[in-house]
T-cell receptor
Framework: GQQLNQSPQSMFIQEGEDVSMNCTSS?????WLWYKQDPGEGPVLLIA?????ELTSNGRLTAQFGITRKDSFLNISASIPSDVGIYFC???????????FGTGTSLTVIP | DAGITQSPRHKVTETGTPVTLRCHQT?????MYWYRQDPGHGLRLIHY???????DKGEVSDGYSVSRSKTEDFLLTLESATSSQTSVYFC???????????FGSGTQLSVL
């Protein structure tokens, strides 16, 4: 199946620091989605991206659709304790209905 | 809240027994999906539906079947559960093909 490489696998940061994570694919994607998952819950959609180069913000979160269409980036500014969780990327190719998911970035925020 | 209810939330069963998981949506979305989540693999698509009685396989469909007799309900059945099917199962919905996915809260299934 399609592999999405998400990095880093885990991050430990101080409260107030900025966070960056990324997702890369071997295929060109038409859509990128970013999710956050808390323990025992389902993934919650944070940001959706539909065009190469697109930059979209949701509060302190900003995501970008890479120019090559094979990558996407998520930044969190001024992290707070409630940002703790696992962040997933998901991508969809131009043809086909299926979204492929990365293996997640686990974020720990130290107060 | 995306209006998705999964039941049961937790289930423990024995190898060889049949198991059915239910997903119910109140959004009237056309597309419904079943994913499984395992450490190191991310979310992987089992089956999806694009309308009543219209279903298709995902990348990990072996050992699973689905049915959709009403727009709001999508059932996932393990005909004869195996220990390799121990996982967390998520239902998702989307309004149209390739559109944003919204997830339920998941079902933790343990096959002993």
């Amino acid at each position: 199946g399609q592999q999405l490489n998400q990095s880093p696998q885990s991050m430990f940061i101080q409260e107030g620091e900025d966070v960056s994570m990324n997702c890369t694919s071997s295929s060109i994607f038409n859509t990128w989605l970013w999710y956050k998952q808390d323990p025992g819950e389902g993934p919650v959609l944070l940001i959706a991206l539909y065009k190469a180069g697109e930059l979209t913000s949701n509060g302190r979160l900003t995501a970008q659709f890479g120019i090559t269409r094979k990558d996407s980036f998520l930044n969190i500014s001024a992290s707070i304790p409630s940002d703790v969780g696992i962040y997933f990327c998901a991508g969809r190719r131009r043809t086909g209905n299926q979204f492929y998911f990365g293996t997640g970035t686990s974020l720990t925020v130290i107060p | 809240d995306a209006g998705i209810t999964q039941s049961p939330r937790h289930k423990v069963t024995e190898t060889g027994t049949p198991v059915t998981l239910r997903c119910h949506q109140t959004e009237n979305h056309r597309y419904m999906y079943w994913y499984r989540q395992d450490p190191g693999h991310g979310l992987r698509l089992i089956h999806y539906s694009y309308g009543v009685k219209d279903t298709d396989k995902g990348e990990v469909s072996d050992g699973y079947s689905v049915s959709r007799s009403k727009t709001e309900d999508f059932l996932l059945t393990l005909e004869s559960a195996t220990s390799s099917q121990t996982s967390v199962y998520f239902c998702a919905i989307s309004k149209g093909q390739g559109e944003k996915l919204f997830f339920g809260s998941g079902t933790q299934l343990s096959v002993l």
